[in-house]
């Protein structure tokens, strides 16, 4: 199994580095590392290539409360527990950018060519520095949002509430650069409106985003409440992030464009043609 899966992230790795893949793919926040390969995340340092793993630096350790509970006679190797750490290098020639990365493992049980079971390695990360992007942030993506979006990338595998979290706040600074009001008139003057609020005022726009979005809202707030936040929810509100950055960042920046155009050939000063005799 072990060589299947090396197979199988080394055409991962070359579908990355031919530039085919250019969506979320969720598959690689959940797999684990073994001793062969690691999954192919995104290079944090270039952005461009993707990690690979250096397999001498790869180092396990039994932990102490897995090694008080074994059974010297009779061992559960399902019941071990690894520390581990071990270092990612960037693929890219021009980059090489190492990332360090630290979690837990354990044995998981599977059978070989000829149907005999066997224990094999596994090692799930928690912590990664710099942690890569789960997924592209775009270029004109304003800083207030990414940076938001960067602290919940970090969160994602230690502690998803705090990611959804962030990646609601990322969601309300969105809002704010995209030019959705914060406050309407009231009797009293005027009155804040809440980030429910204000999606709505965006969904008489743009209702699918805002539909999108939502949903995105809903999510934050159970992350704040702190329960019933898996992974499979965290990278599904991912998916919806990155679908509306695209929507909402890449028209702004083609209504920039157009205004541009407008301007220009408004504005700009027209060049005389000069008339020969």
């Known amino acids: 199994r072990s060589g299947l899966l090396s197979k199988k992230l080394g055409r991962r790795c070359s579908t990355r ?6 969506t979320m793919n969720t598959d690689l926040w959940v797999e684990p590392i073994t001793k062969y390969a690691a999954p192919a995340y995104p290079c944090p340092h270039c952005g461009k290539g993707i990690l690979v793993l250096e397999r001498q630096t790869l180092v396990k350790h039994e932990t102490i409360a897995s090694l008080r509970q074994a059974d010297e006679w009779h061992p559960d190797p399902a019941s071990t527990i690894y520390a581990f750490s071990c270092w990612l290098k960037c693929a890219a020639p021009m980059c090489q950018g190492m990332v360090a990365v630290v979690g837990n493992g354990g044995l998981e049980e599977h059978c070989d060519e000829d149907d005999h079971p ?3 390695e596994y090692f799930t990360p928690r912590h990664a520095w710099p942690m890569p992007g789960v997924f592209p942030i775009p270029d004109k993506c304003p800083s207030q949002v990414s940076g938001e979006l960067s602290a919940s990338f970090d969160a994602l595998w230690s502690d998803r509430p705090t990611a959804a979290s962030r ?6 600074y969105l809002l704010d650069e995209v030019g959705v009001t914060q406050r309407r008139r009231a009797k009293s003057g005027y009155e804040k409106l809440s980030l429910h609020q204000r999606i709505e005022v965006l969904s008489k726009s743009q209702p699918d985003i805002g539909t999108n979005l939502m949903a995105i809202k809903w999510f934050g707030n159970t992350g704040s409440h702190r329960g019933g936040v898996t992974m499979a929810d965290v990278l599904k509100a991912y998916e919806i992030m990155e679908h509306a950055l695209d929507s909402l960042v890449g028209q702004r920046a083609k209504r920039a464009a157009a205004l541009a155009r407008d301007l220009r050939k408004r504005h700009a000063p027209v060049r005389k043609t000069r008339v020969k005799l």
């Open 167 to 172: 990646l609601r706040v990322a969601l309300e």
């Open 17 to 22: 580095l031919l530039g085919t893949e250019s």
């Open 118 to 120: 066997i224990w094999e």
